[in-house]
């Protein structure tokens, strides 16, 4: 049986203030933070959450309390191997809906902290969009892009190396729980650091889902897709080569034209899947990375600083938002109708 199950998942602890005491505090951090991290059935899109754990923290990174719950993804568990959890032991938890709640009462109003953040925020996002619920949370913060920030003499960004850096002892990596305790008590040392050297926190919005397809097995149902322990557990996205050649950038005002070199950034409303896929239809090019020969850069968060949005200010590349892209989609113009280039 699963230590700190559903009757012992909030376990207060000394309530710290929740105001800095020291004027030097920079005035822009904010109030409280929410430590989380979960374990899941893979890495894809129609993957489900296995356990999630949480650690409220103050505007200081002090410990309030902690959260700990193992899910019943109704599917096949993954990687066993790695997050510990088997069938048998996740058949009497309680699946995302039935804590969709006491999740969101721990996220309300604070910063999500994670390590690789927007892995955690998109299968939160998506657990949410399927119990047809909103998660109350507006910005995460990622630990690796703070570490980079701090310019931390790591060797390299995984959490145990973040963490023996503060002499932070793991107990059970991969535990949901004991992952979201390391990564509160290295957060908070890194959180005092750029407070004491002014560093502007890499805060980015969290864009939650309202549109998304998802292809998961029935409910209920154990098998899924097999997974190898040495394999991938993503399915691959390749698409077929754009048909049309690149027009050119896009001009602000005017029409998409079939074969403009997309590139997204960001969290976007419609899950970036459907919405690339989209695009592809269209007749569009779907770019992974930004570069000279960029048409357009769809983000909703364009002063987020994420090497896409830096690299498009620098090529001079149009920025839009997911609403004008989406309503530019329905109108894209033939490649033969491709109007005639500036001088």
């Not at 889902?209 to 322990?229: H, M, N, Q, Y």
């Not at 602000?252 to 409303?269: I, K």
């Amino acid at each position: 049986m699963l230590e700190d199950q559903s009757a012992h998942r909030l376990r207060p602890t000394a309530r710290h203030a929740a105001q800095p005491s020291t004027p030097a505090w920079p005035v822009e951090y904010p109030e409280s933070y929410a430590v989380v991290d979960v374990e899941t059935t893979g890495l894809a899109r129609d993957d489900r959450i296995v356990s999630a754990a949480v650690y409220r923290l103050d505007a200081l990174g002090d410990v309030i309390d902690h959260w700990y719950t193992p899910v019943n993804p109704q599917r096949d568990p993954g990687p066993t191997w790695i997050h510990g959890l088997t069938s048998e032991m996740l058949a009497d938890a309680p699946v995302f809906a039935e804590v969709a709640e006491e999740f969101a009462e721990r996220l309300r109003g604070r910063v999500l902290v994670a390590h690789n953040a927007v892995f955690d925020w998109s299968m939160i996002a998506r657990e949410y969009a399927r119990a047809r619920l909103t998660p109350p949370v507006r910005q995460r913060l990622c630990t690796i892009a703070l570490s980079k920030e701090l310019g931390l003499p790591l060797a390299n960004h995984r959490l145990e190396t973040l963490a023996a850096h503060y002499g932070v002892v793991q107990r059970r990596a991969h535990h949901a729980l004991d992952d979201a305790r390391v990564l509160a008590e290295a957060f908070r040392p890194s959180l005092r650091l750029a407070a004491a050297g002014g560093i502007r926190l890499p805060l980015l919005a969290c864009q939650p889902l309202t549109e998304w397809t998802d292809s998961v097995t029935a409910p209920g149902a154990r098998g899924g897709r097999p997974r190898s322990p040495a394999g991938s557990w993503r399915p691959s996205r390749r698409r077929p080569a754009c048909p049309y050649p690149n027009p050119g950038r896009y001009e602000p005002g005017g029409p998409l034209v079939q074969g403009m070199r997309v590139a997204f950034s960001g969290d976007t409303s419609t899950d970036r899947e459907l919405l690339e896929d989209r695009a592809v239809e269209a007749g569009l090019h779907v770019a992974t990375s930004v570069s000279r020969l960029t048409s357009l850069l769809v983000t909703n968060d364009p002063d987020s600083g994420t090497s896409k949005t830096v690299k498009a200010r620098a090529h001079g590349t149009p920025v839009i938002d997911e609403a004008a892209f989406t309503q530019l989609l329905r109108d894209v113009l033939p490649a033969a109708e491709a109007p005639a280039p500036r001088e």
